[in-house]
């Protein structure tokens, strides 16, 4: 079993940081990658940031979405199976269900991506 659990939500106010956190746990050989996702009020999910591992032979890549870039972080510790999301410069935009999708290579190599809970986050003064 490979679990999520995400943690760091809350509420800030506009200008402030947040750094939310993603541990994968459970029987994981490797991960291939991280994605941060939110969802706010009334809008659809979209990818905030992600971090993956390539193939053998292949580096990794970083993406942010646009609306994001110069203000927040990813970065993954692979040996400790923890991704981070650093977020600063907030605004009330921001605000939304941030989610965590792990994907991961289990002890079997069987390729898996887990969700966490979600967590929110509230910009606003």
């Known amino acids: 079993q490979v679990q999520v659990v995400e943690s760091g939500g809350g509420l800030v106010q506009p200008g402030g940081s947040l750094r939310l956190s993603c541990v994968a746990s459970?029987?994981?050989?490797?991960?291939?990658?991280i994605e941060w996702y939110r969802q706010a009020p009334g809008k659809q999910r979209e990818l905030v940031a992600s971090?993956?591992?390539?193939?053998?032979?292949?580096?990794?890549?970083?993406n942010y979405a646009n609306s994001v870039k110069g203000r927040f972080t990813i970065s993954m510790d692979n040996a400790k199976n923890k991704v981070s999301l650093q977020m600063n410069s907030l605004k009330p935009e921001d605000t939304a269900v941030y989610y965590c999708?792990?994907?991961?290579?289990?002890?079997?190599?069987?390729?898996?991506?887990?969700w966490g809970q979600g967590t929110l986050v509230t910009v606003s003064s």
């Open positions: 999708n792990a994907s991961v290579f289990d002890h079997l190599y069987r390729y898996l991506e887990v």
């Open positions: 971090i993956i591992y390539g193939d053998n032979g292949s580096g990794g890549n970083i």
């Open positions: 459970g029987s994981i050989m490797s991960m291939y990658g």
